[in-house]
């Protein structure tokens, strides 16, 4: 048998997909002839196809000394190499494909994707472009590229259109479903994020990621026994991974049950794993629970890890405040305003932090410059109505929560239920009209305010002030039924 017949033997089992027989054929032709470059050639695409990619890229190598200019030699070790993750020299061998033939798809296409992986965006761009109008047939790779690469040139909108593509001719792709499913849900479109990452999960459905994005869009719409038994099963198929327990905790948090938030957090921060994040939002939560040592802990915690961590500083500041470390807090409060000095709620915490310390038109001046920057801060509206009634400015204090008024019904029940305690107060000292205000009060969610309030300002104030018996009283239930929040029977 000739050698030529012999190639053609090897050819027919290539074309079958045959590829180890091919291979077998072609080593005893290349035995009696090591420099036939077909042959060499034809076992380097058996090699590279059946993942013996370093004997396939020795065969190429010879192959490439022997012709430099074997255009189809050289693109196939350039895609070999994008395989290694070699790039540059990928790069380097399509680039030689090119300066031979401009117009050589799988090489521009080649291109494309190694300037993305290089964040090489323009570059990717315009080869991909280039790749895209060349085809006669379109290819999922170069949409998919393109895709990619129009994120990060921040245009979503023509990334949403070649992911879209890309599903039409791989309607199976996942990166293309879950990039997809990822910028509906940037456009706030969670129904139809939900329906995209679905098919990803029936597709892949040991992908942990999709799971967590399943989990967080369920929560986004409101559908939170959903999204806690997804956060469920995937600290169960992770084997409580402390990032899917703390997904499952801040779930919790935000349908309000913050007590249940505490036990997920608490299992991710014994893991030596621990996401530290897990010890910030214990942090939050123990404040807003009122306890505040433990929350000085875990928030300490984190600022190991990161001792520069803003919201982390200012969050620690909260702590010293309801540890009635006020001198501290306030040291806490200038250090963080010349980092950030226009952020409004260091001078919201400064505020409290001076009025704690009796230097309550200190305070009121932080107060103002507080809603200055954010005239929507609630916060410093509620506290500065406070230091007007206790400094005898009631008619100032029923102006600042004039301002709130119209959008009561938008505030949480959280904010809520503070706005109407003040408005009650100061309707009683200003002998107006109780009636609204109280009914406006009893409205209110009280399953839904999970804070906790401290008044010792206003029973100070009310021990100190020279009023009726008639208002003292009165002022004294209402506060007393706002710190137990045990319902608003305000008889007498």
């Known amino acids: 048998m000739s050698s030529e017949d012999i190639f053609d033997q090897a050819l027919a089992h290539f074309e079958k997909g045959e590829y180890g027989k091919s291979v077998h054929v072609l080593n005893a032709l290349l035995k009696e002839d090591p420099d036939d470059l077909d042959a060499l050639f034809l076992r380097a695409r058996c090699l590279l196809l059946t993942d013996h990619l370093a004997e396939s890229l020795q065969d190429l190598d010879r192959l490439i000394e022997s012709v430099p200019d074997f255009i189809d030699g050289r693109l196939t070790r350039a895609l070999l190499l994008e395989e290694t993750g070699e790039n540059e020299r990928s790069m380097s061998d ?11 798809v799988p090489a521009l296409s080649l291109c494309g994707r190694i300037h993305y992986r290089l964040d090489r965006y323009d570059q990717a761009l315009e080869c991909l472009n280039r790749a895209i109008e060349s085809r006669t047939e379109p290819n999922f790779l170069d949409y998919y590229y393109r895709a990619q690469t129009f994120l990060c040139l921040e245009n979503p909108q023509a990334a949403a259109q070649d992911f879209a593509e890309v599903l039409r001719l791989d309607p199976d792709h996942n990166g293309a479903l879950f990039g997809l499913a990822c910028l509906r849900a940037a456009n706030e479109e969670y129904e139809e994020a939900l329906k995209l990452v679905e098919r990803a999960i029936i597709l892949y459905p040991d992908d942990p990621y999709y799971h967590d994005r399943k989990a967080e869009w369920l929560a ?3 559908r939170t026994p959903e999204a ?8 169960e ?23 249940g938030a505490l036990a997920p957090l608490t299992l991710a921060a014994s893991h030596t794993e621990a996401d530290w994040n897990v010890f910030y939002l214990q942090g939050v939560i123990l404040n807003v629970l009122g306890r505040y040592a433990q929350s000085l802990e875990a928030l300490e915690a984190f600022l190991k890890k990161s001792p520069e961590n803003l919201p982390c500083l200012t969050e620690r500041v909260s702590s010293l405040l309801g540890l009635r470390r006020h ?26 932090a001076r009025a704690a310390l009796n230097r309550r038109e200190e305070a009121i001046e932080d107060y103002l410059k507080s809603i200055q920057l954010d005239p929507d801060d609630v916060c410093s509206y509620l506290n ?10 009631a008619h100032k ?8 008024s119209d959008r009561f019904d938008s505030l949480p029940p959280t904010d809520q239920l ?14 107006r009209d109780l009636k609204p205000a109280e009914d406006r009060l009893r409205a209110i969610d009280l399953k839904q305010c999970f804070a906790s309030y401290y008044f010792g300002d206003i029973h100070q104030w009310l021990e100190e002030t020279d009023l009726p018996g008639e208002k003292k009283d009165y002022i004294r239930r209402l506060t007393d039924a706002f710190e137990k929040k045990n319902g608003f029977d305000l008889s007498a």
Do not use: W
């Open 228 to 235: 806690l038994a997804a956060a469920e099963n995937l600290v």
């Open 327 to 352: 001198a501290e807090a306030e040291a806490e409060c200038v250090k963080l305003m010349k980092i950030e000095p226009e952020n409004a709620s260091h001078y919201n915490t400064r505020a409290m």
């Open 220 to 222: 986004q719409l409101g």
């Open 94 to 104: 399509a680039e030689t494909v090119l300066e031979q033939d401009s117009e050589c």
């Open 384 to 393: 500065l109505a406070e230091l007007y009634v206790i400094t005898h400015r």
């Open 418 to 431: 503070p706005f109407a305690y003040y408005d009650c107060l100061t309707c009683k000292l200003l002998d």
């Open 237 to 259: 198929m992770t084997s409580a991974h402390p990032e899917a327990l703390l997904l499952k905790a801040r779930i919790l948090k935000d349908s309000g049950d913050l007590e």
């Open 397 to 404: 204090a029923a102006d600042v929560l004039h301002y709130f």
